[in-house]
Each structure stands twice: as C-alpha cells, then as structure tokens.
C-alpha cells in the first residue's frame, strides 16, 4: 500500500481547540451542535445552512465544536485566528444562554447520557467499541506541524513521544470524572486510550513498514480509513505534518500558544537534526508507556524516564531544562513569548491544579470549576 505524504513547507504549524457548550445556568453540557453550527454557516454568508464551515467543525458528541486553524507561519498568527473564531462562535451560543468550556473533560456531566453526532463512522465507532466509546466525554487540543520531508515524519513522531510526559503534564486537566475525583491529573489520557489504534504509537524503521501497517490495519477491518489511527502523536500524510495529539482541552489562548511553541520548537530542532544527519533517539516501549501513565497520574510532579538508559528527573525540572535548549529555536521561529509561558504553567499551575483549588475553596462544588473555567474562555 503506498501512501502519499503531501508537500507543506517545513515548521509551519495549525492547531485545532476541542470546545464544549455548556449552559449558562446549570454548568451541565448542552447538546446543541448541529443549531450552532448551522447559524454560524448562516453568518459566514458564503456557506449554505448545509456546508461546513471552514474553521468550526463537527466533532463525535453534539456537545461540542472543534476550532481549527488555517496554515500559520507563527504561533501568534494560530493564537489569532483560535481568537477569531471563538468569538464567531460565541456569537452564536450567547443568545443560546449557552457559554463555552474546555478543559481535558466535564467534571460531573454523565458521560453516556451525552448524544452523538448522526454519522456513519462515529455510530460505527460507538457500536463496536460500546461501553468504552460511550465514555469519551473528553476534549483536547492537537498541534500539526509542516515536515518538509516525509522521512522525517517516523523519526519526528518517535521523538515527540519522547517528550510525551511533558505534554500531559503542563495540559493535564481532567482530574473529576462523573462527579468524582479520580486521582489522576488527566483521567482523559488513559479514557482515549482504551479506544482501538489509540495511545501510544508503534515505532517503525522505514516508511514502508508503516505503509504495511496501515495495509494491515484495513485489510483486517480495524479502520475504513488511516484518519482512524488515532495515536497520541500521528503522521498526517494528507497535510504533510506531524500532529501531536497529546494534550488535554486548555482554557486559555495563552497555555494553547505554549504548547503549540513547545511543539513547533522541538519539531523544528529535531527537523535540523535529522538534516545534519542526526538521528533521534527511540525510546523503549515500556519507558514510553510508563512515562505516560506517570504524567497522567501525576502530572508536575511526575518523575519521569528521560532515556534508555533509565535516567529520572522531575518533568518540571527537565521542562526548564529543554527551555533554554530551545531559546534560539524559539527566536528563529518567532515564538519566544509563546515558549516563555510554558515557565508560566509551570509557576502558575496546570488545569488539574486549579480545578482541585476551586473545588476546595467551593466544598467540593463542580459546578464552581466550570464557572470558573467559562471565566478563563472569555478572557481568550
């Protein structure tokens, strides 16, 4: 099976923001998608009630809209774009008395009383994986970077692995589960991976033993489509990018625009790497695995495994480590400001960590953490 990887210029980047509706006065999810979506084609004015919007998409549950971006040279230029459509979005949902939330899930909302979009790959998605599927109440943000090669795409996804805990970690906001603490700083990261081909990716030599997977995975009747392999980090050969899909919902342009500069620096030095005629390292699989699950059970203060050798460190510790590493990536690429606000999660707090504050300083009351949340929304 060949399989096309398309040309994109190398480190340009898009982003695409997971956003739930949610009533203005019970907190709860509202399922209204479909009158959303279908107003906002109306204000485009170029789109029929029945075309899809170039920038606010579908998404599985009727709970929620996905904000995307066109190809950007810059953060600052996606962070822009992100704004843009949010407010064409609330637009729409503020006469609905429906406000907007993100974060990696809704702390108390049932997750199998919230419909699904009527489509085919989504109600065949659903079937198979039943009770599983019916839980992916769960929101993310994903960042697609430009490769200028299709060789480097392997190499860069076994590298953005590399780097998975840091991700979950400066993200992870999704603690409450159905109106309960899980103990978990993103309960959201071992929730997706219980779908078929998501989680953790495989590692792979050669393009071509890719390309046999994907064949594989057809040939068997796991996916009718390669867009259905939906691990943590993916090649995109239809963009020509790599996609790190790693991260729990953010509430604020802000923490969006340091994970997208984190993505785009690292992918841009591992690019150059590979061009000097570097290699990448490749963690073992168990390392991998491990990583993840401590970053999602423990998210800053996760001890993390930093190589094959086994070497730990805090992730935090390692985090501002890999800042000033890339401080010159980051100039060249126009994104220092964006990088700069990683050290600012890391000061200031994940979601997880505010969630838990506004639970405490509310005795325990949920709802406080989407208010509180729909807050930080509207100062995007």
């Known amino acids: ?30 399922s209204v998608a479909n009158e959303v979506l279908a107003q906002l084609n109306i204000n485009h004015g170029s789109l029929g009630v029945d075309d899809e919007h170039p920038h606010v998409k579908q998404e599985l549950l009727l709970n929620t809209v996905e904000i995307v971006t066109g190809v950007c040279e810059t953060v600052a230029e996606a962070k822009a774009e992100l704004h843009e459509n949010l407010v064409a979005v609330r637009e729409v949902t503020d006469p609905m008395e429906v406000d907007l939330y993100c974060a990696g899930s ?21 079937d198979r994986t039943q009770w599983w599927g019916q839980q992916m109440v769960i929101y993310g943000v994903h960042v697609h970077v430009g490769l200028d090669s299709r060789d480097k795409a392997l190499p ?10 840091h991700f979950q970690a400066l993200s992870a ?69 790599v996609e790190m899909r790693i991260s729990d919902g953010l509430s604020s342009l802000q923490d969006i625009g340091a994970i997208a500069a984190l993505t785009q620096c690292l992918v841009d030095d591992m690019s150059t790497t590979l061009d000097n005629g570097g290699t990448i390292d490749v963690m ?5 695995t491990e990583n993840k699950w401590r970053a999602a059970r423990y998210g ?22 890999e800042l000033v590493r890339l ?54």
């Open 106 to 126: 809704h702390p108390f909302a049932p997750p199998k009383l919230q419909p699904v979009t009527d489509k085919d790959r989504y109600a065949k998605m659903i």
């Open 327 to 380: 401080a010159p990536v980051a100039e060249k690429l126009g994104c220092s400001a964006e990088l700069a606000d990683v050290e600012r999660i890391i000061s200031g707090g994940a979601g997880y960590q505010w969630q838990h504050k506004i639970a405490a300083a509310h005795n325990g009351n949920l709802h406080e953490i989407v208010k509180d949340n729909v807050r930080r929304m509207h100062r995007a």
């Open 1 to 30: 099976m060949h399989i096309d990887f398309a040309s994109s210029r190398q480190s340009t980047l898009g982003v695409e923001w997971e956003v739930a509706l949610v009533d203005r006065h019970t907190s709860d999810l509202r």
């Open 156 to 165: 860069i996804v076994d590298g953005l692995i590399n780097y998975q805990a």
């Open 284 to 288: 073992p699989p168990w390392f991998r």
């Open 173 to 241: 906001s999704s603690p409450y589960w159905g109106g309960e603490d899980t103990g978990y700083a993103s309960h959201r990261a071992l929730m997706f991976q219980q779908l078929p081909t998501a989680g953790v990716p495989y590692h792979f030599e050669q393009w071509e033993d890719y390309e046999a997977y994907v064949a594989d995975m057809m040939h068997t009747g796991v996916i009718d489509d390669i867009s259905e392999i939906r691990w943590d980090v993916r090649p995109v050969p239809r963009f020509g990018t």
């Open 300 to 321: 800053m203060e996760a001890i993390i495994i930093l190589n094959a050798a086994g070497d730990e460190m805090l992730v935090t510790d390692h985090l501002l480590q």
